[in-house]
């Protein structure tokens, strides 16, 4: 089946420092891809909706400048979070659409939860 | 605004019966719904979607039911297996906006 690889899994870093998430889909090419955050007992907050070659489409309340997206390829979407702080701590998930399978489902990683110190 | 809302929090089911999951929308423009189910601290996994154009779509031991009039969806799961215990969400298939979900414990 379609599996989409989201790396790395886990962060701990300092307060201050910038880190990049990858989301790749492995099997199908992804014109669109999304990221998502969960902060515990609470559900998936869509963050944003990143399309290949174009910029980023970002929710209301989502920081475009301190959450940059680059989807540079139909295979590949990175998030990074500039200048990470404690409240920036959270589980990221990623997904990509894949436009091959009837309606278009979203396959997703496994997220990265992020611990900043 | 294409809302999805799935009224009950959990769901409590004997191994070998039958699940029935909900979920009611309020805007009829749609092309697909999809069900997913998620474990905790992993990504959701899609399982099953369903076309505006269809009623019911089957995949093994999931079946999914659209009734348009009622703007109802429900994802049947049979027989279920302690290993289906998850959360399960339904969602359009424009920005997929997630609710709360429903927790769905499969038990011996």
């Known amino acids: 089946g379609a599996v989409v690889s989201q790396h790395p899994s886990w962060v701990i870093c300092k307060s201050g420092t910038s880190v990049k998430i990858e989301c790749r889909s492995l099997?199908?090419?992804?014109?669109?891809m999304f990221w998502y955050r969960q902060f515990p007992k609470q559900s998936l907050m869509l963050m944003a909706t990143?399309?290949?070659?174009?910029?980023?489409?970002?929710e209301q309340g989502v920081e475009k400048d301190k959450f940059l997206i680059n989807h540079a390829s139909l295979t590949l979407s990175t998030l990074t979070v500039t200048s990470a702080h404690p409240e920036d701590s959270s589980f990221y998930i990623c997904?990509?659409?894949?436009?091959?399978?009837?309606?278009?489902?979203?396959?997703f990683g496994d997220g990265t939860r992020l611990s900043i110190l | 605004d294409q809302q999805v809302k799935q009224n009950s929090p959990s769901l409590s089911v004997q191994e070998g019966r039958i699940s029935i999951l909900n979920c009611d929308y309020t805007n009829s423009m749609f092309d697909y719904f999809l069900w997913y189910k998620k474990y905790p601290a992993e990504g959701p996994t899609f399982l099953i979607s369903i076309s505006s154009i269809k009623d019911k779509n089957e995949d093994g031991r999931f079946t999914v039911f659209l009734n348009k009039s009622a703007k109802h969806l429900s994802l049947h799961i049979v027989p279920s297996q302690p290993g289906d215990s998850a959360v399960y969400f339904c969602?359009?298939?424009?920005?997929?906006?997630f609710g709360t979900g429903t927790r769905l414990q499969v038990f011996p």
């Open positions: 990143s399309n290949e070659g174009s910029k980023a489409t970002y």
């Open positions: 969602a359009n298939t424009d920005k997929l906006i």
């Open positions: 997904s990509a659409r894949d436009p091959s399978r009837e309606g278009q489902p979203q396959h």
């Open positions: 099997d199908f090419q992804a014109t669109t």
